[in-house]
């Protein structure tokens, strides 16, 4: 929670697919005064659907208008799709829905562009929604970048309590991920998390570095990958003056974070971070999109569609997602 003497945070907040849990995840947040008192939070939603998050969660969301100390609304009800009037198609990826997910989270985007808000957290997406909505980027990071213009190196970063992870490829094809390993990606991908965990409140983090290869190729036998291209970059970044080590075997590095050894781990592809990653705390874990002009937050779960409207989705996710935009936040406004 921030101090009598910071600035609130202003943070923006969307429900994310319509179809899937996320409109009743966020309802539970703001139902609790802590949350509310933490952040200038703007909804960017409408009221139907505030309404229809309330009923699932059993608790209604409350706004009102700027200084009352609740959420304000910023209804965007004029880019609801045709035909969602009464309502989305619940538990089912649509099209009405990847719209209206994305209509939403451009307007947070252009509040970024204004310079209105200090952070972004969005509920669930469903990448099939997205697409189907005409999202021709891979994922929505690169549909960020897109909107926000921007063209430096960027990676979804991944956070349980007391352990970061960052890609230096992610959503590519597993054909696709030697290719994308070169060292000026590793040297990026870890110059971004030493930055995102300084802008953390971290002041010295200790990362390690993932070896592509099993047994981090063992001298060669099984690819050159750590000799020629992975060694070089840790070689670099410590040039630079990062605490940074490796490459280390991937079936081992995690056990070693685990014990509080490393403060972030730097992974060479999207599933060789997120599967430790869901197995350590796969109820708390937030991603991340780095590099970005603000930092854009979310769950690391998705929609799941097979417990919406019951009321009992588990929020340990999204409340760690709300806290972390808050504090990154928190820290982008007192640096302004």
């Not at 990826?93 to 451009?106: D, F, I, S, V």
């Not at 189907?132 to 979804?156: H, I, P, Y």
């Not at 670099?236 to 509080?260: C, E, M």
């Not at 592809?269 to 430790?276: K, L, S, T, V």
Request: include cysteine; aromatic fraction near 4%; proline fraction near 6%.
């Amino acid at each position: 929670m921030t101090t009598s003497s910071q600035p609130r945070p202003r943070v923006a907040i969307t429900l994310g697919d319509p179809a899937g849990v996320g409109p009743e995840l966020i309802a539970k947040l703001l139902s609790r005064p802590e949350n509310t008192e933490a952040a200038d939070i703007v909804l960017i939603s409408d009221p139907d659907e505030l309404r229809s998050a309330g009923e699932d969660a059993g608790v209604p969301i409350e706004y009102g208008d700027a200084g009352s100390g609740l959420p304000v609304l910023h209804d965007n009800s004029a880019a609801r799709p045709v035909g969602s009037e009464t309502g989305f198609e619940r538990r089912k990826a649509t099209e009405a829905g990847g719209r209206w997910a994305l209509a939403n989270l451009a307007v947070a985007l252009d509040m970024v562009k204004d310079g209105r808000v200090d952070a972004i957290l969005f509920a669930p997406l469903n990448k099939s929604s997205l697409h189907l909505a005409g999202m021709a980027e891979n994922d929505e990071l690169r549909w960020f970048e897109e909107v926000l213009g921007v063209d430096s190196f960027t990676s979804e970063l991944n956070v349980l309590p007391g352990l970061w992870t960052a890609r230096v490829t992610s959503h590519v094809s597993i054909a696709d991920v030697h290719s994308g390993i070169t060292r000026d990606n590793v040297v990026e991908a870890g110059l971004l998390l030493d930055q995102v965990l300084r802008g953390s409140g971290l002041a010295s983090p200790r990362i390690g570095v993932c070896a592509l290869n099993p047994h981090a190729g063992e001298s060669g036998r099984f690819g050159r990958h750590e000799i020629d291209v992975i060694s070089p970059a840790v070689g670099d970044l410590a040039d630079q003056g990062l605490d940074v080590k490796g490459p280390f075997p991937s079936d081992t590095i995690f056990l070693r974070a685990r014990s509080g050894e490393f403060d972030g781990i730097l992974t060479m592809y999207h599933d060789q971070g997120q599967i430790a990653m869901k197995l350590m705390g796969f109820d708390g874990g937030v991603t991340i999109a780095g590099g970005l002009p603000v930092p854009i937050c979310t769950p690391a779960h998705g929609t799941a569609f097979d417990v919406v409207g019951q009321g009992v989705a588990n929020t340990g996710s999204m409340q760690n997602a709300f806290d972390l935009a808050v504090r990154i936040g928190g820290r982008r406004s007192v640096d302004a």
